[in-house]
């Protein structure tokens, strides 16, 4: 029954897919994000939705006769140089394991749907239903284990499905979404929706907390340090920020408040050394090849583990003992350092530095009038997922994580749409004025307020 309600509801996706690129593309992150055949066991389970949305995304772009412009900025650049490294790294890859391929077919895949994206999705109501899309795919993760650890009182455990790894890579993603209901509870035009959006984000940072993830605590803590910063009304948002705390602290079992209490002991907690053991290594492998790296996920294979280990005396003045194994990068830094060599690293930093500046500047445009206070606002919730990834992934293998160049594509059509929208003010008011009235058809439930 599961597949054949879903089966349809893809099909119908599929024909918005066929009319409208910019929709096409959703499809298409929606499979990737939501993973969607995680939740079946029929006849759907097998089938590869996400190359179906795929080859609709690219068949409805050839398709499409309106003459759109492809946005080319310094992330887009960026993020290609990074995937010309990847390739160089590939070529020369120290290990021919199943996940170095895996990880270079996802970055490819990831960079097609942003490369659709830019040319699709520019104006207002499209980039709202983009971030609806998003929030909703991760988010039903969190949903679902935020009501189980709800229904269980505190005794379930998360377990993340197989695209977001890890209970800790769960937490991070879920992190990421939280601005994005907060924004959504502030710009969705019908007052149901706003309920619904702030349901679904409480059930998401009860997931969060389900998690009992260490890193996750740290990322709540910094992305509610930043919500209270950033807001207009600074005192409530402290008081809101102080009951959250102290319902948690009330609320969370036992075992879970024990955990939290090993934060403070880092230096005698042998997952975190071996975190440190890790970043040696994979610093190691970059030393010995700038220009390539070691490959993806390479220390993951025993023969490079054993090729570069007997140098670990190299950065002694880092203290760790050596590690006994294999070991995964538990970093989104030292990941790509490791895998991609030096010249990977400063593309990758590249990106988020471009992705943060694209974000200074519409928050710059958008002063240009309140019509636009709902980009600033989105610049914000963006700008706090992006430092919530760069705290929370310094200590998690999520460097090639899809969401993350999906928001730094969103960043930068965000600056596309405020620089025309002010273009068009500066040129002809009337039609700055008309250029306000909803330029493509969706659904009452998912039109932004204005």
């Not at 009337?430 to 969706?442: I, K, T």
Request: with cysteine.
């Amino acid at each position: 029954m599961r597949d054949i309600a879903l089966a349809l509801v893809f099909v119908a996706m599929l024909l918005g897919g066929v009319r409208h690129v910019y929709a096409a593309s959703m499809v298409w992150m929606w499979t990737a994000m939501a993973a969607p055949n995680t939740f079946l066991f029929g006849f759907l389970q097998a089938m590869p939705l996400n190359k179906i949305a795929v080859g609709v995304a690219l068949l409805a772009l050839l398709a499409d006769r309106a003459k759109r412009k492809f946005i080319i900025d310094p992330s887009f650049a960026f993020h290609s140089l990074f995937i010309l490294q990847g390739t160089v790294t590939l070529i020369f890859s120290l290990t021919d394991i199943p996940r170095t391929y895996d990880l270079f077919d996802k970055m490819l895949k990831i960079w097609l749907l942003v490369c659709v994206m830019r040319v699709a999705n520019r104006e207002r109501l499209q980039l709202h239903a983009l971030v609806i899309m998003l929030a909703l795919s991760l988010g039903v993760h969190g949903v679902l284990e935020g009501f189980k650890y709800v229904l269980t009182f505190g005794s379930h455990k998360v377990q993340a499905s197989g695209t977001l790894g890890d209970n800790n890579s769960f937490a991070m993603a879920m992190l990421m979404m939280l601005p994005f209901f907060a924004y959504l509870v502030k710009y969705s035009a019908l007052a149901v929706m706003r309920w619904a959006f702030g349901g679904i984000g409480m059930l998401v940072m009860i997931g969060i907390i389900a998690s009992a993830s260490r890193g996750a605590v740290v990322g709540l803590v910094v992305l509610g340090g930043m919500m209270v910063m950033q807001s207009r009304h600074k005192a409530m948002g402290l008081l809101i920020a102080a009951a959250l705390g102290i319902a948690v602290v009330s609320l969370a079992p036992t075992q879970w408040l024990d955990r939290m209490n090993t934060i403070q002991h880092a230096e005698s907690d042998g997952s975190f050394m071996n975190r440190v053991a890790s970043w040696k290594l994979n610093t190691i492998v970059a030393l010995n090849r700038p220009l390539t790296g070691g490959g993806f996920s390479a220390l993951e294979d025993y023969r490079v583990y054993q090729q570069f280990v007997g140098q670990f005396s190299m950065l002694d003045f880092i203290p760790s003992e050596q590690p006994s194994g294999v070991l995964a990068a538990h970093s989104i830094y030292f990941e790509v350092i490791g895998d991609t060599g030096l010249v990977g690293f400063v593309l990758f930093l590249s990106i988020m530095a471009s992705w943060y500046l694209n974000l200074r500047q519409v928050k710059r445009l958008s002063r240009a009038g309140p019509a636009l206070a709902w980009a600033r606002d989105l610049a914000v919730a963006l700008e706090q997922s992006l430092i919530v990834y760069l705290v929370t992934g310094a200590a998690l293998s999520a460097a090639y994580f899809e969401n993350v160049y999906i928001e730094a594509t969103l960043a930068s059509m965000l600056l596309a749409s405020v620089r025309e929208t002010v273009q068009a003010r500066v040129l002809n008011p009337l039609d700055a004025l008309m250029a306000r009235r909803p330029a493509v058809e969706v659904m009452p439930w998912a039109q932004p307020r204005r």
